[in-house]
């Protein structure tokens, strides 16, 4: 069964902490995706990556950087947490060509930082 | 810019009573045009592609249709197990360009 595993499901963080948020699928796809989701502003796409140790900004990119040194791991970093960085995040992965679109989601890390 | 406007934003219905969400789109060119499920708490469940005006997919109570400028999720009948946020999404022609997704329609089926 196709799977995408996020290391944490709840996390509480203090402003300033360095936040590493790990996801890992198991399907061999070669995109994957790290939006935040918060009430009445949808998803919104942070990052995204193609290929192994190839990265795009999303729309909303700052405060974040990634990291994808194998095909099956894309990692989010929240160098300097603040308050701001409160949200659901979200990460997807899907396979190339035509069913690029068809996005595989994980449970989600609820990240509070106080 | 390529964009996706889903309404009503909160849709509560009661058990059998069948209703459509929909989904407005620009873009530059479309490549496709996905609908997901989200549970509270839960990432967000692939349901259909369409790639095409005139297009239809179903799925038990679920239909969706595209337009040139729309989509309608059609659900027939809904039942309680119904209840979730429903997205909708783009992907437009323009290169390796991720999903742009709509904001999604909550929708709330009571017994």
């Known amino acids: 069964d196709v799977k995408v595993t996020q290391s944490s499901r709840y996390l509480v963080k203090r402003t300033g902490e360095k936040v590493f948020l790990e996801c890992v699928q198991d399907?061999?796809?070669?995109?994957m995706f790290w939006y935040r989701q918060d009430p009445g502003l949808g998803l919104r796409l942070i990052y995204f990556s193609y290929d192994v140790k190839m990265k795009e900004k999303g729309d909303i990119p700052e405060g974040y950087s990634v990291s994808r040194e194998k095909k099956e791991r894309f990692s989010l970093i929240l160098e300097s947490a603040s308050t701001n960085q409160t949200s659901m995040y979200l990460c997807?992965?899907?396979?190339?060509?035509?069913?690029?679109?068809?996005?595989?989601f994980g449970e989600g890390s609820r990240l509070t930082v106080l | 810019e390529d964009q996706v406007t889903q309404s009503p934003e909160a849709l509560r219905l009661q058990e059998g009573e069948s209703s459509s969400l929909n989904c407005s789109y620009t873009?530059?060119?479309?490549?496709?045009l996905f609908w997901y499920r989200q549970d509270p708490g839960k990432g967000p469940e692939f349901l259909f592609t369409l790639y095409s005006a005139g297009e239809e997919k179903e799925k038990e109570r679920l239909k969706a249709t595209l337009t040139k400028k729309e989509s309608f999720l059609h659900i027939t009948a809904p039942k309680p197990e119904d209840s979730a946020t429903y997205l909708c999404?783009?992907?437009?022609?323009?290169?390796?360009?991720?999903?742009?997704f709509g904001k999604g329609t909550r929708l709330s089926v009571i017994a």
């Open positions: 399907m061999d796809h070669e995109n």
């Open positions: 873009v530059s060119g479309l490549r496709g």
């Open positions: 997807a992965s899907s396979t190339g060509g035509g069913r690029a679109g068809e996005l595989f």
């Open positions: 999404a783009v992907q437009p022609y323009s290169g390796n360009t991720p999903l742009v």
